[in-house]
């Protein structure tokens, strides 16, 4: 289990024990946090559970390949750090991995 | 209004479930007609993800999107299908003789026993940007599509987008309107490299702006735009324009027949497991768009509800004809149908 802390755009942190292999997307639906809606499932075919990655983990977490870069095309108020947290799979090197949820989905 | 088109069953939604609506239809010779907003069959397998690999198909250990709704082509081609693509459903009333009426904005009338919403996430229609207050300027100063290119004619028009429909309508459009401008997050696009290469090359001559940004507000009195905010790398700036084309995919909704009357769960539709029919009478629901206890969307639960509600709607369309459950296998009438015998 890795642990990984999402934040809501109230300020609400939600810990969470996150499965390696698992997205961040699905570990967000599991535990409710408001602010992802994933309307496509995972299959990065929307835009609808974009995150930014905090500072701190940009690195760690690298850089979104080009469909998903294309996908973002499509997010709200999107930045350096943002990600689609469908695409962000939970591994040991991510321990304490922090996401903040934007204001709104598109 | 034209004159009306008879057949025995219209189909909304020509996703994989709708096609596969038509095989199972077939087998008891209901003709379909299938209308769909899109302008191919496929649904959601063909505009979101033909290339994405499928898993759980029976029998296919890997099967893309657009390969699946090719094989459904072919598997229902036996049965000649009528396609009414790029049209959506905009009116529903039962006839006098107890068949439905079904009409498309296009001003088409079918007639038929039997309704069958196969529509999925709903309609595929244009996305509206995440911009605060851009509601006060649609139909007047923001348009989602082209309709007629004079409509832009001496017009400062801000195109935003990254994909084919903005670089293209970027290339027609500057012909026609005073100013062009295009606005796009990054300077990467989606679309085809060939537009884009077109459009930097039109920009070296001075002939329409690129700015890379995000708009983030719109300026303008009673819906009439003067400006457009854009966050850029360099900070916000305005951009003028009097005219804007956003371009950001496409959304799926629900659209008019949520106004049928059809009890609903949660912007679904409720339907019995028996027949997949919903709550008035011939008109039935399968894929997707429908709710049931124990519902699951995958496509091979489409299929199955395919199977099932055909066998009410041919009992409504052929009540003077006893149903006879054949397999394909080993019926010679049912392999005749198919054209294989």
Redesign the interface.
Known sequence: MTKITLVAFDGTRFDVDAENGSTVMENAIRNSVPGIEAE?GG?C?CATCHVYVDDAWTDKVGTPEPME??M???????RPTSRLSCQIKVRSELDGLVVHVPE?Q? | MSTPIETDVVIIGAGPVGLFAVFELGLYDLKCHLIDILDRPGGQCAELYPEKPIYDIPAWPEISGQALVDRLMEQISPFKPEFHFNRMVSGFRKLDNGRFEVETDEGELLHCHAVVIAAGGGSFQPKRPPVPGIEVYEGTSVFYSVRRMEEFRGKDLLIVGGGDSALDWTLNLQPVAKSVTLVHRRPDFRAAPDSVNKMFAMREEGKINFQVGQVTGLKGEDGQLSAAMVKGPDGDIDIACDRMLPFFGLTMKLGPIADWGLNQHENLIAVDTEKFETSIPGVFAIGDINWYPGKLKLILSGFHEAALMTQAAARLARPDTKMVFQYTTSSTSLQKKLGVQ
């Not at chain 1, 973002?72 to 999107?78: C, I, Q, S």
């Open positions: 496509c299959a075919a870069e294309d973002l095309d499509f997010a709200y108020d999107v709104r598109a």
